[in-house]
Structures are given as C-alpha cells and as structure tokens.
C-alpha cells in the first residue's frame, strides 16, 4: 500500500457528463500529481499541485481542471467527456519537489481510477 | 524536449534468472531523477527504483538494481532471480524540473513475462 488514496475506484458514465475523481496524497506530502493512462497514448503527466498552487501542467485538456485543498487532498474535474476520455486516471505524491542535495522527490502512486465513458 | 525509449515490447525471461530491461532518455537539464515502476494486471504503479542524475554509484534495491551510464544516457533496470510475481509492465521515467515544477514522463514500457 503506497498510502496513497484514490476515490471511486471504478467510474462508469455516459459521454457529456462530468464526474471528479478524488485524491488523497501520503501523510505528509505536498505535491500531487495527476497522470492519465491510456491505451493509445500510455501514461501521460496531467498537472501537479504543491501546497495548494499549481506547479506544472503537461497533456491536459481545457475540459478538465484540477484543485488542491488546504487539507492537501486533490479532486480533478473532467467535463463533456467524450469516449476517448476512458482511461485509468492515477494520482500521486511526494513530500516535496526536491530533496536535500537537489535529488528529485520519489512520486507514490495511487491505485487509480478506472473511468468508461459509454 | 524530454524523451524517455523503452525498444523492448515484451520480454520472456527463465525463473531464476535475470533480466534487464532496456531505458534511454534524453534531456539537456543536468538535474533529473530517474525512475522505475512495475505495473502488474491489477493496474496499480509500484515504485521500484530511483537515480539521481548526481549520483556516483548505481541504485540498488533488493534484485533491482539500475544501470545507470550517464554518457550514454542509458539507465536499464536488472532484476536477479526472477520470480514468477515479477511478471508486470515496467515503465522507466524521467523527472526534471526546477521552480518551474517537476513534469515526468513516462516510457511506453515493456512487458515481462516469467516463465516456470
């Protein structure tokens, strides 16, 4: 168990809706990141907050926006969805960004969401 | 730009013995980490193993280890003694960053299958 919590663990829908899918990171760590997999496009960087603000954003969509709370847990938002947007949807953390010494923080993930867009 | 190249699709591999998996990466900030996880059938992303960009000797943990050369820009995972539950997709993974934020990406990864 990485101690990080995803919520549902299974999302069904229809194409149009909007569903969240809830993270909550390790105790103690401030970064959360948002990943995307797919069959045709693999494991794709969405978004990553730290302490709240946003950090850096890869491959995500105008339709989905993301937000971490004061209590360090993140919800991504999706909207219209579309049939391409079925995907395994994985958050994760690490306490910081860098360590002492300038290592990068390690990243724990979540077992993920599983979204079908029908 | 950042670019992480697994060649091997699928990989078979005898129990007991070892493997490695192929990694190469391509980036022009001297500060990134390196990264291994396994994904087995049930999806979850298990951490594996972790180099720095900055460290002088290669990352050891259990029968992982990461060959890591710099100048090659190769970082290839070796599991020893392979076991039947090391069958799973293994992706590697690069992370820069600065102030800017941390992106990672990820490799298309290879899929391992153990055989008794």
């Known amino acids: 168990d990485s101690g990080v919590t995803q919520t549902p663990k299974h999302l069904i829908t229809a194409t149009g809706q909007r569903v969240t899918l809830r993270c909550s990171p390790r105790?103690?760590?401030?970064?959360v990141y948002w990943y995307q997999q797919s069959l045709d496009q693999g494991l794709q960087f969405l978004i990553q907050y730290y302490n709240g603000e946003e950090r850096a954003k890869g491959n995500i969509l105008e339709r989905f926006s993301a937000q971490q709370f004061p209590d360090l847990h993140s919800e991504l938002n999706l909207s219209s969805l579309e049939l391409g947007d079925s995907a395994l949807y994985f958050c994760?953390?690490?306490?910081?960004?860098?360590?002492?010494?300038?290592?990068?923080?390690?990243?724990?993930f979540g077992a993920g969401t599983r979204l079908s867009v029908l | 730009a950042q670019k992480i190249t697994q060649t091997q699709p699928g990989m078979f591999v005898q129990e007991k013995e070892a493997v490695t998996l192929d990694c190469t990466y391509d980036?022009?900030?001297?500060?990134?980490?390196l990264f291994w996880y396994k994904q087995p059938s049930s999806g979850e992303m298990i951490f594996l193993i972790y180099q720095g960009s900055y460290d002088q000797q290669n990352a050891t943990e259990g029968r992982y280890s990461l060959n890591f050369q710099k100048a090659r820009k190769s970082a290839n995972l070796v599991i020893s003694a392979s076991q039947l539950g090391d069958s799973a997709m293994y992706f590697c993974a690069m992370r820069e960053g600065n102030t800017g934020g941390f992106k990672t990406i990820f490799g298309a990864g290879t899929r391992l299958f153990v055989k008794a």
């Open positions: 994760a953390s690490s306490p910081h960004e860098r360590l002492a010494g300038g290592q990068v923080a390690i990243q724990y």
């Open positions: 980036t022009s900030d001297p500060s990134y980490g």
């Open positions: 105790s103690g760590d401030l970064s």
